[in-house]
C-alpha cells in the first residue's frame, strides 16, 4: 500500500505541476511582441519535431505519444491565436507626441501616491524622462516617493502591447533626479536618467532632444497655438496606451519671465495628473525631423487668484509652463 500511496501522491503533484505550466504558458505568450511571437512558434515547432523523433524512436505507450500531439497541437493553435494582425492605429494615424509621453505614478513601497505626466528627453546619447520637480518629491506637501513607474509600448506594429517598468527615485537615500534653479529660485523640472537597462528590449517610443528646442526662423509670441500632452486625473486611451491632448495658446509675453520666474503662462484647460506635460508648438518648416513639434515647455500648474471670490467669479483658467530651454544644461553630462 505505500509503493500504492507513494505513486499516487506523485501523480498528484504531477497534475499540479502540469497545471501551473498550463498557467503560465497563455501568460507569456501574451506578454511578448508579435517579431518575438513569432520566433517563438517557428523555434517550438522545431523543438517539437525534435522530441517528435525521440519518442517514436523510445519504447513509450500510444497514450503518451497521443497526449504529447495534442498538447503540441494546443500550444501551437494557442500561439497562431495571438499573433493578432496590427491594429491600423499605428503609425499612420497617431502623431508622435503622443509616442514621446508616458504616465507616471509615484509609489512609496507599495503605496501610490500620485498620478503625473512625463515625456522622453535624448542628450548626448543617453535617456531621461523630464517631469516637474515636484512629481519626484514635494517637501511641503508631505510627498516623498521612493520610485515611480512609467508606461511603455513593446510593440511598433500593436499598441495594445505595453509594459510598465518601475524607476527608483532614491539610491542610498540620495535623489537619483536632476533638478534646477536660476535667478529667479528653484525651476519646477526634474530629469531622471533612465538606464539603458532598465528598458524591455522591444521598448517603443519617441524621444525629444534639442533640435526639437529651436523655432528656427519662426517667431513664437502671444497666441500662438500650443498643445499640452498627458494624462490629466489620470484619463487616457487604456487601450492602446495613448495620452490625451489639450489645445492652449500663449497667455503670456513669450521670452518674458513671468513675475521674474522661469516660466510664462497658458491657457489651457488643465487637471491634475497634468503635471510634467510636455507644452509644445507645432513648427511650420518644411523638413523638421519627427516629432514635427518644437518643445518650449513643461507645464506645472494652474494659476489662479488667492483674492478670487470663488461664489462669484470664474477660475481664471490660466497655467504655469516652465521654458523647456533649461533641458540641454540639466541632461548634459
Not at 517579431?35 to 517528435?52: G, I, K, V, W, Y
Not at 508616458?102 to 501616491?113: A, P, V
Request: glycine share 6%; hydrophobic share 40%.
Amino acid at each position: 500500500m505505500k509503493n500504492l500511496q507513494d505513486a499516487t501522491e506523485r501523480i498528484c503533484e504531477l497534475k499540479g505541476s502540469l497545471v501551473a505550466l498550463d498557467t503560465l504558458l497563455p501568460a507569456l505568450i501574451q506578454s511578448v511582441s508579435a517579431p518575438t511571437l513569432a520566433r517563438l512558434s517557428a523555434a517550438f515547432d522545431a523543438h517539437a519535431e525534435a522530441a517528435r523523433t525521440v519518442l517514436l524512436h523510445s519504447d513509450i505507450s500510444d497514450v503518451v505519444l497521443a497526449t504529447f500531439e495534442r498538447d503540441v497541437a494546443r500550444n501551437r493553435a494557442l500561439m497562431h491565436k495571438s499573433q493578432r494582425p496590427a491594429p491600423t492605429e499605428w503609425p499612420g494615424t497617431v502623431d508622435a507626441l503622443l509616442q514621446t509621453t508616458t504616465r507616471i505614478t509615484t509609489l512609496s513601497g507599495y503605496q501610490r501616491l500620485s498620478s503625473a505626466s512625463g515625456f522622453f528627453y535624448r542628450e548626448d546619447g543617453r535617456l531621461f524622462l523630464v517631469s516637474n520637480r515636484h512629481v519626484f518629491a514635494d517637501a511641503p506637501n508631505g510627498h516623498a516617493p521612493d520610485h515611480l513607474e512609467i508606461g511603455l509600448h513593446t510593440d511598433p506594429q500593436d499598441l495594445t502591447r505595453h509594459a510598465v517598468i518601475s524607476l527608483p527615485l532614491r539610491l542610498q537615500g540620495l535623489p537619483q533626479w536632476r533638478e534646477a534653479s536660476d535667478a529667479g529660485g528653484p525651476v519646477d523640472i526634474a530629469a531622471l536618467e533612465i538606464p539603458a537597462g532598465s528598458l524591455p528590449l522591444d521598448a517603443a517610443f519617441q524621444a525629444f532632444d534639442s533640435s526639437h528646442l529651436d523655432a528656427g526662423d519662426e517667431q513664437v509670441s502671444v497666441g500662438d497655438a500650443l498643445t499640452i500632452a498627458g494624462f490629466p486625473l489620470g484619463f487616457h486611451d487604456t487601450v492602446f496606451h495613448l495620452a490625451v491632448a489639450r489645445s492652449a495658446t500663449i497667455a503670456s509675453a513669450y521670452g518674458v519671465r513671468f513675475q521674474g520666474q522661469g516660466c510664462f503662462l497658458t491657457d489651457a484647460r488643465t487637471h491634475r495628473g497634468s503635471s510634467g506635460s510636455p507644452v509644445v508648438r507645432r513648427r511650420l518648416q518644411a523638413g523638421a525631423s519627427a516629432p514635427s513639434w518644437q518643445l518650449i515647455g513643461v507645464h506645472s500648474t494652474r494659476m489662479d487668484m488667492s483674492s478670487r471670490d470663488q461664489s462669484q467669479d470664474e477660475s481664471l483658467g490660466l497655467n504655469c509652463a516652465w521654458y523647456a530651454d533649461v533641458l540641454p544644461a540639466l541632461t548634459r553630462a
